[in-house]
């Protein structure tokens, strides 16, 4: 995962940016707000995965010096992708998309292509983004190949990340021994996923860790998390981007 090494404070700005592509809902709403309240508790209780069945935790946490790796989940969308391609662009910082296999057709291949010739990675987010520690293990095998096979049309796959960060030993199993993918989580939850559907403002019901003062504040909870950690990997992704 490319980190860019950056002040802190740039994310400020970078994620102000990003936060007007954000949108969309979701019937599962409760479900994926379930999920990812449950990262969010593996990722703060931290504890040691001596197994390396966490999709949560990321393996490396010796601490990012005060550097952030962006990476963006759920696409590609032919409308926010481009848009957020471009704000990387513009500012001179490269990404990680994290992409789901069954939105890639004929529109969006050629935002695939600009990923690569622009310098970022693309990584694996399953093909449905199902809760992939709830399926048979026949269908985690699928869910991964088919997103492995398409990446692999136009990089090496090197990175996967579960979606909501939901795994088990078996599951990581499949996706490091048997697809040899590196299993990537998170050290920043913008929140993004709650805060899209009501215009900017994550209300408590949805994600009970974002703190009242920053419920209609994306970016804001964001640098909190980022400058209390310094540094980490900050997942930015509910809005399909």
């Given at each position: ?210 703190p009242d003062g920053f419920r209609n504040d994306m970016p804001g909870w964001t640098m909190q998390q980022v400058r209390s950690k310094g540094g980490g990997i900050v997942q930015i992704g509910r809005a399909h981007v």
């Amino acid at each position: 995962v490319q980190t860019c090494a950056l002040p802190i404070y740039w994310l400020a700005a970078g994620a102000v940016s990003m936060s007007l592509v954000l949108g969309g809902c979701d019937e599962h709403e409760a479900e994926e707000s379930e999920a990812f309240n449950e990262a969010f508790d593996e990722l703060e209780e931290g504890k040691a995965d001596e197994n390396g069945c966490s999709g949560v935790l990321t393996p490396d946490r010796s601490g990012f010096g005060k550097r952030v790796a962006l990476t963006f989940d759920d696409g590609p969308n032919t409308t926010s992708t481009p848009q957020v391609l471009d704000t990387l662009r513009d500012r001179g910082i490269k990404a990680t998309f994290f992409i789901n296999g069954n939105r890639v057709n004929d529109s969006t291949r050629p935002i695939l292509q600009r990923i690569i010739d622009e310098g970022h990675i693309l990584a694996n987010h399953s093909h449905q983004h199902k809760n992939l520690s709830q399926q048979s293990l026949g269908t985690v095998r699928d869910q991964v190949k088919r997103t492995h096979d398409i990446i692999g049309e136009y990089a090496t796959p090197e990175f996967f990340r579960f979606p909501y960060g939901a795994s088990t030993c078996n599951t990581a199993g499949i996706v490091r021994d048997e697809y040899g993918q590196n299993i990537t989580g998170w050290n920043v939850d913008s929140g993004d996923w709650c805060f899209a559907p009501d215009n900017g403002y994550c209300p408590e019901s949805r994600f009970r860790h974002v703190p009242d003062g920053f419920r209609n504040d994306m970016p804001g909870w964001t640098m909190q998390q980022v400058r209390s950690k310094g540094g980490g990997i900050v997942q930015i992704g509910r809005a399909h981007v």
